[in-house]
């Protein structure tokens, strides 16, 4: 396991991370061998030593919890990373729960005979070497272990320097462990968390590292998505629409306008603007600013939405179209048609989760069609999408990009194909014409 | 139809390239709807109009050829840049090929129902906007098109100075036939190919160009890849293996070796070293010196194989092992088992085509379990590693990256997938613990 509270110098920790890739790699040539059995196995006795193991992971986690209260660390933010024996068992049934969970790796996806004779097989294999980058929650160290470890991947966390005892703990009883049951020792690596440039070398890491995925805000996304040349996996940034089609159930649009808003704000799949057809907007919009202020939701308007009133309504910036605001305010305007609304998701969207309310077959097929999201919602509110409810059983996070994997990410996104091909001695016949080979 | 002539300036060339990405992007918008019947029309109206209108693409690509000889184009690369009837023939067969392949576009990948009752499905849905950076033969500005337009894709082509004319004449046909069938103008753009930065532009215009994918040599797929900021696929390098086991049956191993390496030495999928198990090397390497020298292949051998002499055999340097000779070369080496085989291919593999000769089925399991690439045959050669002959129809490159695709691609690798939901009204009970989100 690697990890330090030395400064390291510039280069020093380049070959710091560089070596933790390398060995990652060695490791991950072993795992992908591993039976579901054995990994399994793994995963209950990860889960069975955090729990009994609760008090050095408690001990480390109220060391940074001291520090985040000394530099003056806001208490959402305490509370985020504050451990309990209750999180600790809800670490440990999360392993529980992916042991559970079919392998992906060994999936066969696709075969068939080819018409010479020669038997083909697209069979599922881990990605190799993992690389996640997160701030704040401690148990993602344990749930991003999990999943990497269950495909067969080895994984290297980079997490956040205010984390650091708890994370430094945790993957100590998960290495114990991984060593314990015969695996290599360094399937779980730590990466030095106090320097960005650790961040830079692993998503530099090419060759060694496979994929990096981040986790957290806009801020470190954007900064792993641009600056990452391994593959990265763009996450979750979610500027979520619910549109109110001129056909809508008015008490069904509210329930589901009120609980993509107001059920948990602060996540990605949460509605940060709506939008009303004019059609409706005279009967759905007093209701829906009522039953927002009750929520404590400030609405962000335009012009006619403004115009309907009411103390927690202010007048939309150009800006916050484009918001996620990840609390409770939300965008509101009204639209002349349904064309108009599929328009400003088109242009304001991030591609997480657009959810339309409507009675009308064709609006339906219409807004499913033309609205390009990781997910399209009709009649139900966007916080389903989530790799639990989805049920896929556990999630590494949801992407919002196109390549590889779109939407929420769980065993099988962890994993990569190859094609088998079995064979009597078939080789290909003659010489193609020299303008047909596609490399 | 964007093209141009002139020298633009800095600036408006980064104009120009942005502004057809994002005309790019509006018809995708549309090719996005369009059913399977409009593009198969649209591909065999394309067909047509090539065949028709010939004379004109042929005297385009006198200019080009009388440009190339002008300027000591080797005969090599003259021969690829000609076209012919025969060859406009080829394209042509092509399109009509990719029309009766079946849409991708639409494909439910999965459903389900959740426990609660809301509808699950993911469908697979274009990319949008597909940029392709590729070098010499102007057939590929044809099958890339009708490979990308059939996915429901726009496509910017950005092809070499040399095939300018050519490519020029290819895209104005291919665009006329586009807007005769009612659909966006700007569904194929030709892109400026005189300046390097016109590259730079199209794989660093995030949030318009969904995905890049190379086409040529290493040196252009390695700067397309490490400079892209949009996703790019990595295509085509293979160094690829084929390891002649203990068990193996020697005539079989001599045919697959032969073909691997001499059918089409110039493609990807050809061989580059072959490694022998010490047990079978005595009976087997003189017969395959014998035949490789027969077949015009020197031999760059270690020193168990160079101590079997020839004429054809030289000593290989460290490079040799890792080199991609495109040619009639080969390094070969003797190996002392299988691990020894598969570790060397884990360090000089390219993760393209590896393939094992043996009768014996430990050793085929271990192989295919141990290998990791895009391709691992038993007992076939590795020049079966192509679209056409997978039974995809068609092919747009061959992936040796691990994320979206791996091998060989064709329709359905030029699409992503989106999720939709069908609910009554359905909203997510509760507010969950705060540390159980994933974003």
Same mark, same amino acid.
């Given at each position: 396991?690697?990890?330090?509270?030395?400064?390291?110098? #510039?280069?020093?920790?380049?070959?710091?991370?560089?070596?933790?890739?390398?060995?990652?790699?060695?490791?991950?040539?072993?795992?992908?061998q591993?039976?579901?059995?054995?990994?399994?196995?793994?995963?209950?006795a990860?889960?069975?030593?955090?729990?009994?193991?609760?008090?050095?992971?408690?001990?480390?986690?109220?060391?940074?919890?001291?520090?985040?209260?000394?530099?003056?660390?806001?208490?959402?933010?305490?509370?985020?990373?504050?451990?309990?024996?209750?999180?600790?068992?809800?670490?440990?049934?999360?392993?529980?729960?992916?042991?559970?969970?079919?392998?992906?790796?060994?999936?066969v996806?696709?075969?068939?005979?080819?018409?010479?004779?020669?038997?083909?097989?697209?069979?599922?294999?881990?990605?190799?070497?993992?690389?996640?980058?997160?701030? #704040?929650?401690?148990?993602?160290?344990?749930d991003?272990?999990?999943?990497?470890?269950?495909?067969?991947?080895?994984?290297?966390?980079?997490?956040?320097?205010?984390?650091?005892?708890?994370?430094?703990?945790l993957v100590?009883?998960?290495?114990?462990?991984?060593v314990?049951?015969?695996?290599?020792?360094?399937?779980?690596?730590?990466?030095?968390?106090?320097?960005?440039?650790?961040?830079?070398?692993?998503?530099?890491?090419?060759?060694?590292?496979?994929?990096?995925?981040?986790?957290?805000?806009?801020?470190?996304?954007?900064?792993?998505?641009?600056?990452?040349?391994?593959?990265?996996?763009?996450?979750?940034?979610?500027?979520?629409?619910?549109?109110?089609?001129?056909?809508?159930?008015?008490?069904?649009?509210?329930?589901?306008l009120?609980?993509?808003?107001?059920?948990?704000?602060?996540?990605?799949?949460?509605?940060?603007?709506?939008?009303?057809?004019?059609?409706?907007?005279?009967?759905?919009?007093?209701?829906?600013?009522?039953e927002?202020? #009750?929520?404590?939701?400030?609405?962000?308007?335009?012009?006619?939405?403004?115009?309907?009133?009411?103390?927690?309504?202010?007048?939309?910036?150009?800006?916050?179209?484009?918001?996620?605001?990840?609390?409770?305010?939300?965008?509101?305007?009204?639209?002349?048609?349904?064309?108009?609304?599929?328009?400003?998701?088109?242009?304001?969207?991030?591609?997480h989760?657009?959810?339309?309310?409507?009675?009308?077959?064709?609006?339906?097929?219409?807004?499913?069609?033309?609205?390009?999201?990781?997910?399209?919602?009709?009649?139900?509110?966007?916080?389903?999408?989530?790799?639990?409810?989805?049920?896929?059983?556990?999630?590494?996070?949801?992407?919002?990009?196109?390549?590889?994997?779109? #939407?929420?990410?769980?065993?099988?996104?962890?994993?990569?194909?190859?094609?088998?091909?079995f064979?009597?001695?078939?080789?290909?016949?003659?010489?193609?014409?020299?303008?047909?080979?596609?490399?």
């Open positions: 396991m690697t990890t330090t509270t030395d400064r390291a110098t #510039g280069e020093q920790l380049k070959d710091q991370v560089l070596d933790a890739a390398r060995r990652a790699k060695r490791a991950a040539a072993e795992l992908a591993a039976t579901r059995s054995t990994k399994d196995e793994l995963l209950h990860m889960a069975d030593a955090l729990v009994k193991r609760g008090p050095e992971i408690l001990a480390a986690n109220e060391r940074d919890v001291a520090n985040g209260r000394e530099s003056g660390m806001p208490e959402g933010l305490i509370d985020r990373l504050s451990l309990s024996t209750e999180r600790i068992e809800a670490m440990a049934d999360g392993l529980r729960t992916v042991a559970g969970l079919p392998d992906p790796v060994g999936e996806v696709r075969g068939n005979v080819l018409p010479n004779g020669l038997q083909l097989q697209q069979v599922r294999v881990p990605l190799g070497v993992v690389g996640i980058v997160y701030e #704040g929650r401690p148990n993602v160290t344990v991003a272990a999990g999943l990497t470890l269950k495909a067969g991947n080895a994984v290297l966390l980079r997490g956040s320097s205010s984390a650091e005892n708890s994370n430094t703990a100590e009883i998960l290495s114990d462990v991984v314990e049951h015969g695996l290599p020792a360094d399937s779980v690596q730590l990466l030095p968390c106090h320097d960005r440039a650790s961040v830079q070398h692993l998503i530099t890491a090419r060759g060694l590292v496979d994929v990096v995925i981040p986790r957290g805000g806009a801020g470190l996304i954007s900064a792993v998505v641009q600056n990452a040349t391994v593959p990265a996996i763009e996450t979750g940034v979610g500027n979520c629409h619910v549109y109110v089609d001129a056909s809508a159930d008015i008490d069904t649009a509210l329930r589901i009120l609980n993509s808003k107001a059920r948990r704000p602060s996540v990605c799949n949460a509605a940060e603007t709506f939008l009303v057809h004019e059609d409706i907007a005279a009967e759905f919009l007093p209701r829906a600013l009522a927002l202020h #009750g929520a404590g939701v400030t609405v962000h308007g335009d012009e006619r939405v403004v115009a309907v009133g009411g103390s927690n309504v202010v007048a939309a910036t150009d800006e916050d179209w484009d918001a996620e605001f990840l609390s409770l305010d939300i965008a509101a305007a009204v639209v002349d048609s349904l064309p108009a609304a599929v328009e400003h998701i088109r242009e304001h969207g991030s591609g989760t657009e959810a339309i309310v409507t009675s009308d077959v064709r609006a339906a097929r219409q807004f499913t069609a033309q609205v390009d999201a990781a997910a399209v919602m009709v009649n139900a509110s966007t916080a389903f999408t989530d790799g639990g409810e989805f049920g896929m059983g556990a999630e590494i996070g949801i992407s919002t990009q196109k390549l590889h994997a779109r #939407g929420p990410m769980g065993l099988p996104e962890l994993t990569s194909t190859k094609w088998l091909a064979g009597d001695g078939h080789v290909r016949p003659g010489s193609a014409p020299a303008n047909q080979s596609s490399c």
